[in-house]
């Protein structure tokens, strides 16, 4: 009865090992599962919706970043070329280069970048007139000539201006409208002699941006600008 007694004993603890090798298979299974089932609690479409839309945003922001490094270097470019030029029309006007300087009966300065060619309205009409003197022409078509040669396509603005005396004897009820009439007949004489019609205009200042003395306040200002 022994030997029975004795083989049977393995028997029961090999079945009992068996059952508890199956046990923890099936205690590692539930814990993978629910640590699988927790990882997957948002669902699938949502988490490939927001990682596309996480590199798009990044590639938007890169696409920004690019265009603005882009135009800071345009800008530095555009700041360069203009102090460039503004240095270089500097440098002429105290040069005289200008082109005007031996005109007689002229006054040359820069506002900005703009070349300033100042006629005394002495120069160019009689007291209270338009109508432009005959010895007047002879400085205008100087200015015309260097225009034509040195500032071709260059926009031009011919400025009146007066005195602030008040007009009284005269057909022109403002100094604003004698100003413009003055303007308007330097800059039809311009045209006549060459200057481009569609690149010049006029302006009147009447006595706005009065000089040291009423005579030099009469004046009109041939601006060709940059």
Same mark, same amino acid.
């Given at each position: 009865?022994?030997?029975?007694?004795?083989?049977?004993?393995? !028997?029961?603890?090999?079945?009992?090992?068996?059952?508890? %090798?199956? *046990?923890?298979?099936?205690?590692?299974?539930?814990?993978? +599962?629910?640590? *699988?089932?927790?990882?997957?609690?948002?669902?699938?479409?949502? #988490?490939?919706?927001?990682? +596309?839309?996480?590199?798009?945003?990044? &590639?938007? *922001?890169? &696409?920004?970043?690019?265009? !603005? +490094?882009?135009?800071?270097?345009?800008?530095?470019?555009?700041?360069?070329?203009?102090?460039?030029?503004?240095?270089? +029309?500097?440098?002429?006007?105290?040069?005289?280069?200008?082109?005007?300087?031996?005109?007689?009966?002229?006054?040359?300065?820069?506002?900005?970048?703009? =070349? =300033? =060619?100042?006629?005394?309205?002495?120069?160019?009409?009689?007291?209270?007139?338009?109508?432009?003197?005959? &010895?007047?022409? /002879?400085? !205008?078509?100087?200015?015309?000539?260097? $225009?034509?040669?040195? #500032?071709?396509?260059?926009? $031009? %603005? =011919?400025?009146?201006?007066?005195?602030?005396?008040?007009?009284?004897?005269?057909?022109?009820?403002?100094?604003?409208? *004698?100003?413009?009439?003055?303007?308007? &007949?330097?800059?039809?004489?311009?045209?006549?002699?060459?200057?481009?019609?569609?690149?010049?205009?006029?302006?009147?200042?009447?006595? /706005?941006?009065?000089?040291?003395?009423?005579?030099?306040?009469?004046?009109?200002? $041939?601006?060709? !600008?940059?």
């Amino acid at each position: 009865m022994v030997p029975a007694v004795c083989g049977a004993w393995p !028997l029961r603890r090999s079945s009992r090992m068996r059952m508890n %090798r199956g *046990l923890v298979s099936v205690v590692s299974l539930c814990v993978f +599962a629910t640590v *699988l089932g927790g990882c997957s609690s948002v669902p699938r479409e949502d #988490y490939d919706a927001a990682v +596309a839309e996480s590199s798009q945003l990044r &590639s938007d *922001l890169a &696409s920004v970043q690019e265009r !603005l +490094a882009a135009a800071n270097a345009r800008a530095q470019s555009l700041e360069q070329d203009l102090l460039m030029a503004q240095s270089e +029309a500097d440098r002429a006007a105290e040069l005289g280069q200008t082109g005007f300087e031996d005109i007689s009966g002229t006054t040359i300065s820069t506002r900005g970048m703009d =070349v =300033v =060619v100042g006629v005394a309205g002495d120069v160019l009409f009689d007291s209270g007139k338009t109508e432009l003197k005959r &010895s007047s022409k /002879a400085t !205008l078509d100087r200015i015309a000539s260097v $225009i034509a040669s040195q #500032y071709p396509g260059r926009m $031009i %603005r =011919v400025e009146g201006y007066t005195d602030t005396d008040p007009i009284r004897k005269s057909k022109w009820k403002t100094n604003e409208r *004698l100003s413009a009439e003055r303007a308007m &007949s330097v800059e039809a004489y311009l045209v006549s002699k060459g200057v481009d019609n569609n690149l010049i205009y006029s302006a009147a200042f009447g006595p /706005a941006n009065p000089k040291g003395s009423k005579a030099a306040s009469r004046r009109v200002e $041939i601006v060709i !600008l940059n």
